[in-house]
């Protein structure tokens, strides 16, 4: 009996043991179903995560672009607002520098004009201005000295009447050469008008300059 009861309790215990584990071993492959159903479903949520994660950082990336892009052509605009600055600045220096230098001549022109209306030719002029017939020391051209000449006379060599030697009548009164080849030309302290075709002495001023 004993040994009979102890079977029946060996035995009621197995059972309540042994349903349950029957019933597990029962549900396990659905579970397993489920289980690769909610991985499955959860793959395709972080993959859903990350497309939407990679759009994000497209667009970022596109918006750096446009930035970059657009700060880009500021600094070219302005670069070139700098360079068309600068060059309007040096046009209105230039236009100034010329503006001044006409109204220099300009000025010059009417204190000329001044001085005409108060003298009669260059003798007044020189009476009543001596310093503008102060000139500096007579260089004759190289290989030449100064002699004194009349009209008639002929200079041997047109480096007398170079460019550096000109005398401009309108500054001094003079009268005008009639023709475009008569030139007044310093030679010495003296001015002479001569014919630049020939080197023939026209008219002799003697001691002009001081």
């Given amino acids: 009996m004993r040994n009979v009861m102890m079977l029946a309790v060996a035995a009621g215990i197995a059972l309540p043991l042994a349903v349950p584990t029957a019933a597990f071993a029962q549900r396990g492959p659905e579970d397993r179903r489920e289980a690769r159903a909610e991985a499955r ?8 995560v990350e497309v939407r994660r990679d759009g994000d950082q497209a667009a970022w990336n596109a918006r750096l672009a446009a930035r970059e892009a657009l700060q880009q052509q500021q600094r070219r605009e302005a670069r070139q ?9 040096r046009q209105d ?18 204190a000329r004009q001044a001085r005409r209306a108060n003298h009669r030719d260059w003798r007044a002029y020189r009476q009543a201005d001596r310093n503008a017939f102060r000139r500096g020391a007579y260089v004759a051209p190289r ?6 000449v009349r009209v008639g006379a002929r200079l041997n060599s047109n480096l007398f009447w170079g460019s550096r030697y000109w005398v401009d009548a309108y500054d001094y009164y003079l009268p005008q050469p009639r023709y475009g080849y008569q030139r007044y030309i310093r030679y010495g302290n003296d001015v002479l008008l001569i014919d630049t075709r ?4 026209l008219v002799v001023y003697d001691r002009f300059f001081w």
């Fill in 143 to 148: 290989g030449y000295n100064y002699r004194p």
């Fill in 93 to 110: 220096r230039r236009e100034y520098r010329q503006d001044v230098r006409a109204e220099r001549r300009e000025d010059r022109r009417d």
């Fill in 41 to 48: 479903a959860d793959a395709r949520a972080q993959t859903r």
């Fill in 81 to 89: 607002d700098r360079r068309e600055d600068r060059q309007e600045a």
């Fill in 198 to 201: 020939t080197g023939r002495v």
